[in-house]
Protein backbone atom coordinates (compact mmCIF):
# COMPACT_ATOMS: atom_id res chain seq x y z
CA UNK A 1 0.00 0.00 0.00
CA UNK A 2 2.82 2.17 0.26
CA UNK A 3 4.56 1.80 -2.77
CA UNK A 4 1.04 2.59 -4.30
CA UNK A 5 0.97 6.02 -2.48
CA UNK A 6 4.71 6.46 -3.23
CA UNK A 7 4.22 6.36 -7.22
CA UNK A 8 0.97 8.15 -6.36
CA UNK A 9 2.24 11.13 -4.66
CA UNK A 10 5.26 11.08 -7.26
CA UNK A 11 3.25 11.45 -10.38
CA UNK A 12 1.35 14.37 -8.97
CA UNK A 13 4.35 16.17 -8.18
CA UNK A 14 6.11 15.44 -11.83
CA UNK A 15 3.00 16.06 -13.27
CA UNK A 16 1.65 19.18 -11.55
CA UNK A 17 2.99 20.02 -8.11
CA UNK A 18 6.56 20.41 -9.18
CA UNK A 19 5.35 23.11 -11.84
CA UNK A 20 3.52 25.04 -9.16
CA UNK A 21 6.00 25.59 -6.86
CA UNK A 22 8.26 26.91 -9.55
CA UNK A 23 5.32 28.96 -10.75
CA UNK A 24 4.97 30.52 -7.41
CA UNK A 25 8.32 31.08 -6.97
CA UNK A 26 8.83 33.15 -10.07
CA UNK A 27 5.40 34.64 -9.53
CA UNK A 28 6.62 35.62 -6.08
CA UNK A 29 9.19 37.47 -7.72
CA UNK A 30 7.10 38.87 -10.48
CA UNK A 31 4.77 39.97 -7.65
CA UNK A 32 7.19 41.99 -5.61
CA UNK A 33 8.62 43.52 -9.16
CA UNK A 34 4.84 44.29 -9.82
CA UNK A 35 3.82 45.80 -6.26
CA UNK A 36 6.84 47.79 -5.99
CA UNK A 37 6.90 49.18 -9.07
CA UNK A 38 2.76 50.13 -8.62
CA UNK A 39 3.32 51.50 -5.57
CA UNK A 40 6.18 53.61 -6.68
CA UNK A 41 4.53 54.89 -9.91
CA UNK A 42 1.19 55.32 -7.46
CA UNK A 43 3.10 57.79 -4.95
CA UNK A 44 5.25 59.27 -7.31
CA UNK A 45 8.37 58.63 -7.33
CA UNK A 46 8.83 58.95 -11.10
CA UNK A 47 7.00 61.85 -10.79
CA UNK A 48 3.68 63.53 -10.43
CA UNK A 49 0.48 64.25 -12.34
CA UNK A 50 0.68 61.76 -15.47
CA UNK A 51 -0.75 58.53 -16.53
CA UNK A 52 1.74 56.40 -14.77
CA UNK A 53 0.91 58.05 -11.66
CA UNK A 54 -3.11 56.81 -11.83
CA UNK A 55 -4.24 53.58 -10.60
CA UNK A 56 -4.54 51.40 -14.09
CA UNK A 57 -1.56 53.45 -15.48
CA UNK A 58 0.85 52.23 -12.50
CA UNK A 59 -0.36 48.56 -12.70
CA UNK A 60 -0.18 48.64 -16.78
CA UNK A 61 3.49 49.35 -16.23
CA UNK A 62 4.31 47.25 -13.37
CA UNK A 63 2.24 44.01 -14.50
CA UNK A 64 4.09 44.82 -18.09
CA UNK A 65 7.60 44.52 -16.32
CA UNK A 66 6.23 41.40 -14.17
CA UNK A 67 5.29 39.74 -17.50
CA UNK A 68 8.57 40.08 -18.98
CA UNK A 69 10.62 38.75 -16.08
CA UNK A 70 7.64 35.99 -15.32
CA UNK A 71 8.39 34.74 -19.21
CA UNK A 72 11.82 34.40 -18.87
CA UNK A 73 11.91 32.75 -15.36
CA UNK A 74 8.55 30.21 -16.35
CA UNK A 75 10.54 30.06 -20.00
CA UNK A 76 14.40 29.12 -18.19
CA UNK A 77 13.46 27.06 -14.96
CA UNK A 78 9.46 26.03 -14.64
CA UNK A 79 8.80 24.74 -17.54
CA UNK A 80 11.77 24.61 -19.37
CA UNK A 81 11.51 20.77 -20.41
CA UNK A 82 8.87 21.98 -22.73
CA UNK A 83 10.02 25.34 -23.86
CA UNK A 84 9.51 25.54 -27.86
CA UNK A 85 12.09 26.11 -30.14
CA UNK A 86 9.94 29.73 -31.58
CA UNK A 87 10.75 31.56 -28.85
CA UNK A 88 8.66 34.48 -30.49
CA UNK A 89 5.29 32.21 -30.93
CA UNK A 90 6.12 30.85 -27.42
CA UNK A 91 6.39 34.63 -25.87
CA UNK A 92 3.22 35.92 -28.19
CA UNK A 93 1.34 32.97 -26.69
CA UNK A 94 2.40 33.96 -23.11
CA UNK A 95 1.68 37.79 -23.57
CA UNK A 96 -1.63 37.02 -24.58
CA UNK A 97 -2.22 34.94 -21.35
CA UNK A 98 -0.63 36.88 -19.19
CA UNK A 99 -2.62 40.41 -21.02
CA UNK A 100 -5.82 38.35 -20.05
CA UNK A 101 -4.46 37.89 -16.45
CA UNK A 102 -3.53 41.46 -16.36
CA UNK A 103 -7.24 42.41 -17.48
CA UNK A 104 -8.57 40.13 -14.87
CA UNK A 105 -6.21 42.65 -12.43
CA UNK A 106 -7.35 45.75 -14.27
CA UNK A 107 -11.07 44.81 -14.04
CA UNK A 108 -11.03 44.42 -9.98
CA UNK A 109 -8.62 47.53 -9.42
CA UNK A 110 -10.99 49.59 -11.79
CA UNK A 111 -14.59 48.21 -10.34
CA UNK A 112 -13.07 48.89 -6.62
CA UNK A 113 -11.43 52.31 -7.59
CA UNK A 114 -14.41 53.84 -10.43
CA UNK A 115 -17.63 51.98 -9.12
CA UNK A 116 -17.00 51.57 -5.19
CA UNK A 117 -15.19 54.60 -4.95
CA UNK A 118 -12.33 53.13 -2.70
CA UNK A 119 -9.35 55.17 -4.02
CA UNK A 120 -6.86 54.70 -1.39
CA UNK A 121 -3.48 52.98 -2.07
CA UNK A 122 -4.69 50.40 0.35
CA UNK A 123 -7.60 49.68 -1.61
CA UNK A 124 -6.26 50.08 -4.93
CA UNK A 125 -3.34 47.34 -3.50
CA UNK A 126 -6.22 44.99 -2.24
CA UNK A 127 -8.23 45.01 -5.32
CA UNK A 128 -5.32 44.42 -7.33
CA UNK A 129 -2.20 42.75 -6.02
CA UNK A 130 -4.81 40.60 -4.11
CA UNK A 131 -8.47 39.66 -5.58
CA UNK A 132 -6.82 40.36 -9.16
CA UNK A 133 -3.58 38.86 -8.31
CA UNK A 134 -5.53 35.44 -6.89
CA UNK A 135 -7.94 35.14 -10.14
CA UNK A 136 -5.43 36.08 -12.65
CA UNK A 137 -2.53 33.53 -11.24
CA UNK A 138 -5.16 30.71 -11.29
CA UNK A 139 -6.29 31.33 -14.90
CA UNK A 140 -2.04 32.03 -16.07
CA UNK A 141 -1.33 28.85 -14.60
CA UNK A 142 -3.58 26.76 -16.55
CA UNK A 143 -3.29 28.54 -19.21
CA UNK A 144 0.69 28.80 -19.21
CA UNK A 145 0.84 24.92 -18.18
CA UNK A 146 -1.63 23.52 -21.07
CA UNK A 147 -1.56 25.42 -23.71
CA UNK A 148 1.84 27.70 -24.01
CA UNK A 149 3.60 24.99 -22.33
CA UNK A 150 1.68 22.03 -23.30
CA UNK A 151 3.54 18.74 -23.27
CA UNK A 152 1.59 18.29 -26.53
CA UNK A 153 3.19 21.17 -28.41
CA UNK A 154 4.30 20.31 -31.93
CA UNK A 155 7.61 22.39 -31.92
CA UNK A 156 8.50 22.23 -28.45
CA UNK A 157 12.04 21.18 -27.60
CA UNK A 158 11.00 17.91 -25.20
CA UNK A 159 9.72 16.45 -28.30
CA UNK A 160 13.53 16.26 -29.42
CA UNK A 161 14.36 14.62 -26.43
CA UNK A 162 11.75 12.26 -26.90
CA UNK A 163 12.59 11.18 -30.24
CA UNK A 164 16.11 11.18 -29.29
CA UNK A 165 15.20 8.46 -25.87
CA UNK A 166 13.31 6.87 -28.37
CA UNK A 167 16.41 6.17 -31.09
CA UNK A 168 18.74 5.58 -27.89
CA UNK A 169 15.30 2.44 -27.07
CA UNK A 170 15.08 1.18 -30.50
CA UNK A 171 18.73 1.21 -31.82
CA UNK A 172 21.35 0.80 -28.93
CA UNK A 173 21.58 -1.27 -26.22
CA UNK A 174 20.07 -0.57 -22.95
CA UNK A 175 23.01 0.18 -20.17
CA UNK A 176 23.51 -2.51 -17.45
CA UNK A 177 24.85 -0.24 -14.93
CA UNK A 178 24.72 3.64 -14.40
CA UNK A 179 28.22 3.94 -15.85
CA UNK A 180 29.44 1.45 -18.14
CA UNK A 181 33.38 0.89 -19.13
CA UNK A 182 33.83 0.94 -22.57
CA UNK A 183 34.33 -2.64 -23.60
CA UNK A 184 38.37 -3.59 -24.37
CA UNK A 185 39.44 -4.24 -27.65
CA UNK A 186 39.41 -8.13 -28.81
CA UNK A 187 43.15 -9.23 -29.74
CA UNK A 188 42.41 -11.19 -33.21
CA UNK A 189 44.42 -14.77 -32.85
Keep these: MSIQVVSVVERLWHGLLAYAVKFGVVGLIGLVIDVTLFNLLRVGVFGDDHWAQSAIGA ?42 GMAIALICLWVSHHVFGFTSLVADNVATNVVGLALGTAFRFLLYRYWVYAHHRADGLSNLDRVEEAQRTLFEEPATSAIEAPAAPRERP
Excluded: D, P
Design 59 to 100: KTISTSVAIVFNWLGNRYWTFRKHRRRNYVREFAEYLVVSLG
